[in-house]
């Protein structure tokens, strides 16, 4: 049996020692033959001009949004400790990218060779390749529409990976709607709609209580939505407020519990980059964090780190899909 392939990791360590960013170095193709068809990932470019800054390129493998970034993806920045490899070239990260998707991927036998890579599972697919479907990619209420080179599946983003890419074909009756606010009447819509695309829609933060299953949560983006449902589907009493920090959220839940007692328990964080328990102080701290950047968190009270691990199994499990 032959050794198992080895791939740059997700995270680099961001010790003392890595203060000055080592770029990764080609790799020969022929030294490593790919044995089969291997997918490769779309390229997310920033929109505004980086002027004399060198370029990077950045793999994220898994996660949200698996596809290769450059330098506006906050990559000089430390991410909760840690932060994404970077390559001197796009072809090392795509010669990263292959190595990975041999290891990792399952793709059919009719797989068409440099197909983009989109989540997989019944609700995402593969695409032709120059064109990317993000499927069902958590991303914020609004929608940005941006386009794609046909040579490397480029996309010119904005500078938030969750103001999604679609492809450059027409917009299709099938397309998600742009959320109107609930609070609007039938004489301002259309000026959300114009004005939606040019502005990115505020990210809001509710603080859930679901009383049946004993839980506070505190959510933004699209998990809002996905509790909402997941209540409404399983007949529970939910409550939900917007709350603009962790203390505010802190004095509601206790207002529910009925009760002056401090809540001391500590809380399961989920984002993008990690899954962390934090003390409540920490937990707030990410919280204003990822309000400020516009990242998608989802974090609840727990007990012990055994009550920590089932939830963190059961975001992860359900963020494959």
């Keep these: 049996m032959g050794s198992k392939k080895q791939y740059a990791p997700l995270f680099e360590s961001d010790s003392d020692e890595d203060k000055s960013t080592q770029l990764r170095k080609p790799i020969s193709s022929s ?52 932060h994404h490899p970077k390559y001197a070239t796009y072809q090392v990260a795509l010669d990263e990218w292959f190595r990975y ?33 993000l499927g069902c990619i958590p991303t914020s209420s609004s929608v940005t529409r941006s386009t794609l080179t046909e040579e490397h599946g480029v996309v010119n983003a904005v500078p938030s990976i ?39 829609e505020k990210v809001r933060c509710w603080a859930v209580n679901t009383a049946e299953a004993g839980t506070n949560e505190l959510v933004t983006g699209h998990w809002a939505d996905r509790l909402f449902n997941n209540a409404a589907r399983h007949n529970q009493d939910m409550v939900m407020r917007e709350v603009k920090s962790m203390n505010k959220a802190k004095v509601w ?4 519990h009925n009760s002056e007692q401090e809540l001391c328990l500590r809380w399961a964080v989920h ?10 102080d920490r937990a707030g701290e990410i919280l204003a964090h990822g309000l400020r950047h516009s990242h998608e968190i989802i974090m609840r009270e727990v007990s012990s780190v055994a009550e920590a691990q089932r939830w963190l199994d059961l975001i992860e499990k359900e963020a494959d899909c």
Excluded at 32 to 61: E, H, M, W
Excluded at 253 to 256: A, D, E, G, Q, T
Excluded at 271 to 280: A, G, M
Aim: glycine share 2%.
């Design 101 to 133: 998707c041999e290891m990792e991927h399952d793709h059919p036998a009719d797989f068409v060779e440099g197909t983009l890579y989109n989540l997989p599972a019944s609700n995402s697919t593969l695409t032709r390749p120059g064109i990317l479907t």
């Design 31 to 82: 030294a490593t033959p790919r044995t089969k068809p291997t997918c490769k990932p779309a390229l997310f470019q920033p929109s505004a001009d980086q002027g004399k800054k060198k370029k990077v390129y950045i793999n994220v493998f898994n996660g949200a949004m698996p596809v290769c970034y450059m330098e506006w993806f906050d990559s000089e920045s430390p991410i909760f400790n840690s």
């Design 271 to 280: 984002t993008l980059q990690s899954n962390e328990i934090v003390s409540e």
């Design 162 to 200: 969750y103001e999604s890419a679609i492809t450059e074909e027409p917009v299709s009756a099938n397309s998600p709607p742009i959320p109107i606010s609930l609070e609007s009447d039938a004489s301002n819509q259309s000026k959300q709609l114009d004005e939606v695309s040019c502005s990115p």
């Design 253 to 256: 839940f206790s207002s529910l």
